[in-house]
Structures are given as structure tokens and as C-alpha cells.
């Protein structure tokens, strides 16, 4: 069956309405929007999660009667088990790209139970789509986490309900900071004991700084991506803290309360202070190494210990819209301020020893930055086809430990990151792209190869449908 006929009008008008973004993930509330989820998947190949909260916000004990035929429906359209994940309860609630809210909260159900998605399921860039029932004070509601526009409006049983796309704004550095202040003092506590007597952690509800010193040989400072900067847990850990551990190297995490970008003072103010008191020197290598908003941070604070090496995964180069007009994400943040020592961080990493890049070059944005970094230091590494969250798609191919590792050693050669990438032949990921972008330029032949080949190598129950169609 081809697209067109999956998609009815209201699929269409809401796919239209979200407009050209990248969609990795799909959160479908309640479950009243399993056309959406078919459309992106077949589109985008993005994971789709199926949040199963009643109507009083509460998670059943057991799967609800709504998801065993989504699931089937799914696995009907060509949607591989593994690509589908239900969510049972708050703990399990991840910022995603889109999420659909179809006649559930600010619509059937009382809108203030949606607030462990609205907490904890919105990073930068995501978008909602919901419905919103007049009188129901779902604008008002809605309005303290972000801002609403009419996508469209319809008579419901008398009623009227607009499905309306919400985008989030950041939150205030007082409430991000603030989220639970029992929380915040139990993840202070817990930072203090991590950093033991030797070590330390400051913070000033915005940023935080936590040095566990281990090996003195290696010290790796950290920054949190999107994802993990939303992360409200009192137990939370700075990016990378595990793996840095078992390596039993020195670390230096540099923690985010929101969608900053790290533009603040006092962040800037603490690594000056740093540099100043000799810190960076105390160690024979210093690493700086982060993901997206991470990856920027590692690059442009590498500036504070020149001589550093960076190892960034899909970063941006700035957020100043003079530079970078091109950048259509992250908008919450295109009025921060990006001059300054730290504020370029393709010009701020010149003085490292090695920049090495990992980025996706069919992800023209991301490609955009990667490309500003023209330094004789850096080593850019393309991962076709693997997208923005490059370092997810690593984890699941099973390489993404030992290319990190070998990175941060100062080991990884383009040879050998090129030689693990092979792992990509057998990710359905990787091949679905392969076969979509034949369909997608009118190569039919091209697209019955690379759909031998794959299927050559093991089932792809999504390729073997749509061979049919070909």
C-alpha cells in the first residue's frame, strides 16, 4: 500500500502542520493517534512510544485495552516489534521529538494530568500536537510551559475542539533549578559524596560543576546534552559518568538545569577560575567531550585549557543567527548571547590539539556546523544516514562504546572508526534509509537492489512489504 493511502486528512494536516523536522521519536498519549505513528514511522523510521497513562495520570499495573491492537496494527504496517516501546510509568517518560495528545488531556480528560509529560517528555526542539476543548482551561494551563497555534478546529457532540501544535519555551533558570527542592537537595548531597573529600561540586541552580578526581593521568570534563539536562532525578549523573568511571579516569562533569547552551556567566566565570588556579595543568591529558548541545560546549570551553583534546558528537558550532542564519532549531535560545572567548566554538577549539567530529553528513544542519570547523586540528568522521542522535544509533549498533573509548584515549583513527561503522550493514536503521532514499528519488531499480541486499542478510519486515509495492 502506498503512503498516500495510508494517510487520511487529519494525518496529513497534522504531518503538515509539524512541518520539516527530523522526527527519531514519537510518544503517542493515550493512544488515539496510531495513524500519526504509522505516517512518521514509515517516513522517518523513528522509534515510536506508546504512553499508556490513564485519565487521572495514573500508569496501569498492566498493559491498557488500547495497546495490544495498536501493537498489531502496527506490526501490520511493517513496524519491526523493537521499534516500539511501552511507557508503564513517570520514570520511563524521556524527552522526545514529537508527541501526540488526541482526544485525551485539555480534551476528555482533565489537562493538569499531563504534567509528567509536559516535566519530563519536551527537550528544545519537541513539538505537541493536541486537542484542546473550549472551556476546558487548557490555554491557560498550557501556556506556563510554552505556547500554543491553531492547527485546526472542529464541532464535537456540540463541542468545540481545536487541535492545536505546542511548542515548549525553556524553563526559568529559577524553576528548572527548583524543580522539587527535596530533589535538588538530595542530588547536592549525593554530588558531595561522588566528589569525597578530594573532590568538589558547586552550583548555582543554573549550572553545576562536580570534579571526581580519580587517575591523574586523564581528566574528562562532560556536558549534558538536551536529553539529560531534563533529567530531574535526584540520582542523575553527570553525561558519560559511568563509563568514565569504569575507565577509572578523573572527571569533571558539567551539569545543565535546562536549554542553555551553557550561556552563563558564572559557568564562564568558573572555567576562567579554573584555568587561573592551575587545575587543567594537574593532569596529563584533559578531555573535553559532549553530544549536540554538549558537543558544543566541550568545543567552545576547550578554549580554558588549550592544548585539550574535544570529542564532539553532532555539535553546533554557535546559536548567533548572524553566523549561522541557516539554523532553524533550538529557537528558545537564538536570543542568548554567543560572543565572547566561549561563544564560537569552532573558533574557540582552534587552540585544542585534536577536534575530532562525528556527524551525520545527510543531516544538512548538522553538516552546516560540522563544516565551520576548519582547524588543521580537526578530524571529522561521517556516519551516514545515522542522524542527528548519531550516539544513540552507535549504542544500538553495539559499537558505540569502543569508538567513545578510543576517542577519548586519542586512539580513534578514521580507519578504524570507518572499520566499526561497518556494523551499520546489519542496522535496520541504516538499511531502511538506504531503501527509502532510492524510493524517494525515483530509483525503483536501485531500491529492489539495495531491498535484495538487505534481505540477503536477514528479515526486514518493512523492506520485504515494500518490495511489494515497487
Not at 297 to 324: E, N, R, Y
Not at 337 to 353: I, L, M, Q, T, V
Request: proline fraction near 5%; include cysteine; aromatic fraction near 12%.
Amino acid at each position: 500500500m502506498s503512503e498516500a493511502a495510508e494517510i487520511d486528512d487529519a494525518t496529513a494536516e497534522a504531518i503538515l502542520a509539524l512541518g520539516p523536522c527530523r522526527v527519531e521519536s514519537f510518544a503517542d498519549v493515550g493512544g488515539g493517534a496510531l495513524d500519526l505513528a504509522r505516517a512518521l514511522h514509515h517516513r522517518h523510521g523513528c522509534r515510536i512510544y506508546l504512553v499508556d497513562m490513564g485519565k487521572s495520570g495514573a500508569f496501569p499495573d498492566a498493559p491498557s485495552d488500547w495497546v495490544a491492537p495498536y501493537l498489531a496494527a502496527l506490526e501490520a504496517a511493517g513496524v519491526p516489534g523493537g521499534a516500539v516501546t511501552r511507557v508503564g510509568s513517570a520514570d520511563e517518560i524521556r524527552p522526545w521529538d514529537v508527541i501526540a495528545n488526541f482526544s485525551g488531556f485539555g480534551d476528555a480528560w482533565k489537562v493538569r494530568h499531563l504534567v509528567p509529560v509536559l516535566e519530563a517528555g519536551l527537550h528544545a526542539d519537541s513539538l505537541m500536537l493536541t486537542d484542546i476543548r473550549k472551556g476546558s482551561g487548557s490555554y491557560p494551563f498550557l501556556n506556563g510551559y510554552g505556547a500554543c497555534e491553531t492547527v485546526a478546529t472542529r464541532e464535537e457532540r456540540e463541542r468545540r475542539v481545536t487541535r492545536a501544535l505546542f511548542r515548549p519555551h525553556p524553563p526559568a533558570a529559577g524553576v528548572a533549578a527548583g524543580a522539587g527542592a527535596a530533589s535538588d537537595e538530595g542530588w547536592a548531597e549525593i554530588a558531595r559524596r561522588l566528589a569525597g573529600p578530594f573532590g568538589f561540586y558547586t552550583d548555582n541552580g543554573v549550572h553545576s560543576f562536580l570534579y571526581v578526581p580519580r587517575d591523574p593521568s586523564v581528566l574528562v570534563v562532560t556536558f549534558d546534552n538536551l536529553d539529560i539536562a531534563m533529567t530531574k532525578r535526584a540520582d542523575r549523573r553527570p553525561w558519560g559518568f559511568e563509563f568514565i568511571e569504569k575507565q577509572g579516569w578523573s572527571m569533571l562533569g558539567v551539569m545543565a538545569a535546562g536549554w542553555t547552551w551553557y550561556r552563563d556567566y558564572w559557568a564562564m566565570a568558573e572555567f576562567d577560575r579554573l584555568a587561573r588556579e592551575g587545575f587543567f595543568a594537574r593532569f596529563g591529558r584533559v578531555v573535553f567531550y559532549g553530544a549536540s548541545m554538549g558537543g558544543y560546549a566541550a568545543a567552545a570551553f576547550s578554549a580554558a585549557c588549550p592544548g585539550a583534546d574535544v570529542v564532539a558528537i553532532s555539535p553546533q558550532s554557535t546559536l548567533d543567527k548572524a553566523v549561522v542564519p541557516w539554523e532553524t532549531r533550538y529557537r528558545t535560545v537564538w536570543d542568548k548571547d554567543f560572543s565572547g572567548k566561549y561563544g564560537d566554538a569552532a573558533r574557540a577549539s582552534e587552540a585544542a590539539a585534536r577536534v575530532t567530529v562525528l556527524y551525520d553528513p545527510y543531516e544538512p544542519l548538522d553538516t552546516g556546523h560540522a563544516r565551520r570547523f576548519t582547524g588543521a586540528n580537526v578530524v571529522a568522521l561521517r556516519a551516514p544516514l545515522m542522524g542527528h542522535r548519531l550516539g544513540s544509533s552507535l549504542l544500538q549498533m553495539g559499537i558505540l562504546s569502543e569508538v567513545i573509548l578510543k576517542a577519548l584515549s586519542g586512539t580513534l583513527t578514521a580507519g578504524e572508526f570507518y572499520r566499526l561503522l561497518r556494523a551499520r550493514r546489519d542496522f535496520p536503521r541504516y538499511q531502511r534509509e538506504l531503501f527509502e532514499r532510492a524510493v524517494t528519488r525515483g530509483r525503483p531499480g536501485l531500491a529492489r537492489r539495495v531491498g535484495r541486499w538487505v534481505l540477503a542478510r536477514g528479515e526486514n519486515r518493512y523492506i520485504r512489504l515494500a518490495m511489494a509495492d515497487l
